[in-house]
């Protein structure tokens, strides 16, 4: 009798180590991150921004710091959100590039430009986006912002005109503030908010959507291909997402098309590169 429970014993031993064995890889793989598809296909991987809200960002902002900080709060990429403007008499040509090579500096040839405001000698203002926001196309009327005026005095002189770029100086502030701001609930805001406005355009632009996520530049595949290669991606807070109102820790994070653009548990802010199911 009592060699048989030794056996029983040993028996079951050797069945909980045995499932420890199975166990373990698969509780590392769910711990290694997201796979390098699945953070490709997140929206600040692809340079996808929330026009709607850049475009009222110009409206309501008050100086070039105050335009720059909010694009880089709506913005999900890793690289920061750099402008560049161009003013000749009334034409006034705005560009937001993301900062791909992380020279703090716009370099057309490394970086991916997003989108374009241009004031034309009628003093109508046009907004485009390109790469994956190529499919945006906007005019929003004549209007004197305060923010237009508020650059002419950031202003240097240039060749045929005058020039504004974001300062280098400005960069590590720009980053910090955003880091900063990714750790609040309203970075959990903004995201569901950028989450309305991506199934909005989804249904309204359809093939020209699709269309524009599959045109990307030569910078910004450069770039995934780096990410790829060197397995960088890993360590990306591209689609960072925050377990707001979860209770369970263990549970996966992702982006959804529900209204409130978060799902899953875990206490801090962490990597999903997740697909939204509704925009593939």
Not at 9 to 21: C, D, Y
Not at 113 to 138: D, K, Q
Not at 168 to 181: A, L, Q
Not at 226 to 255: A, C, E, I, P
Request: hydrophobic share 25%; charged share 25%; proline share 2%.
């Amino acid at each position: 009798m009592m060699l048989a429970k030794k056996r029983n014993r040993k028996t079951t031993f050797a069945l909980l180590a045995g499932a420890s064995l199975i166990a373990g890889p698969a509780i590392a793989a769910c711990d290694s991150g997201p796979t390098y598809e699945d953070w490709a296909a997140t929206d600040g991987a692809a340079g996808r921004i929330n026009l709607d809200e850049v475009q009222q960002a110009f409206k309501d902002a008050e100086s070039p710091t105050d335009f720059e900080k909010r694009v880089n709060e709506i913005y999900e990429g890793d690289g920061i959100v750099l402008i560049r403007v161009e003013q000749d008499g009334d034409y006034m040509n705005l560009e937001g590039w993301e900062d791909l090579n992380k020279s703090k500096e716009i370099e057309d040839t490394s970086d991916d430009r997003l989108f374009s405001i241009v004031r034309n000698h009628n003093r109508e203002h046009e907004m485009r986006g390109y790469g994956a926001n190529g499919y945006y196309r906007n005019s929003f009327g004549a209007g004197d912002f305060l923010f237009t005026y508020m650059l002419l005095s950031a202003f240097s002189p240039g060749f045929g005109g005058y020039y504004y770029h974001t300062p280098i100086y400005r960069y590590d502030t720009i980053s910090r503030d955003r880091t900063n701001y990714r750790n609040t609930p309203g970075y959990r805001s903004q995201v569901s908010s950028n989450t309305s406005y991506f199934n909005k355009q989804k249904s309204f632009a359809g093939s020209s959507y699709d269309q524009a996520s599959r045109n990307v530049s030569a910078s910004r595949q450069t770039y995934l291909n780096n990410q790829k290669t060197s397995g960088s991606y890993k360590s990306s807070s591209t689609g960072v997402r925050s377990s707001w109102g979860s209770s369970s820790r263990g549970s996966s994070l992702g982006r959804t098309s529900s209204s409130s653009g978060f799902f899953g548990g875990g206490g801090s802010m962490r990597g999903t590169g997740f697909r939204r199911p509704s925009l593939r």
